[in-house]
């Protein structure tokens, strides 16, 4: 099993830049796809990114292309998204979540095995 733990968020205004970071334990995140969900209130978890166990593919859902950017270190076990041009409709709780099976899957939270416990994020316009 792996261990996640989403740090990064805050509070910030519209049009600017924030570094969310996924770190793992118990295993290392090498052996995972991870991607990041969120959930806004009143709204239900949605998908956001995903990447490939080598990073070398990527999949976001539209609202946040050409924004935001996941990557991955695996050396240093982490994963990160960096958003940019931050909307205040981005303000929401974002999840860093873990897939060990392959392939991949869908962007279904279904797939996903392993999740952290999430970090606020809060966009003010």
């Known amino acids: 099993q792996v261990q996640l733990v989403e740090s990064g968020g805050g509070l910030v205004q519209a049009g600017d830049s924030l570094r969310l970071s996924c770190a793992a334990s118990?295993?290392?995140?090498?052996?995972?796809?991870i991607a990041w969900f969120r959930q806004a209130p009143g709204k239900e978890r949605e998908f956001v990114a995903r990447i490939t166990r080598s990073g070398l593919v990527t999949d976001y859902v539209e609202s946040v292309k050409g924004r935001f950017t996941i990557s991955r270190d695996n050396a240093k076990n982490a994963v990160y998204l960096q958003m940019n041009s931050l909307k205040p409709e981005d303000t929401a709780v974002y999840y860093c979540?873990?897939?060990?099976?392959?392939?991949?899957?869908?962007?279904?939270?279904?797939?996903?095995?392993?999740w952290g416990q999430g970090t606020q994020v809060t966009v003010s316009s």
């Open positions: 118990g295993r290392t995140v090498s052996s995972y796809y």
């Open positions: 979540a873990a897939r060990l099976k392959t392939p991949w899957g869908t962007r279904s939270m279904e797939d996903f095995e392993s």
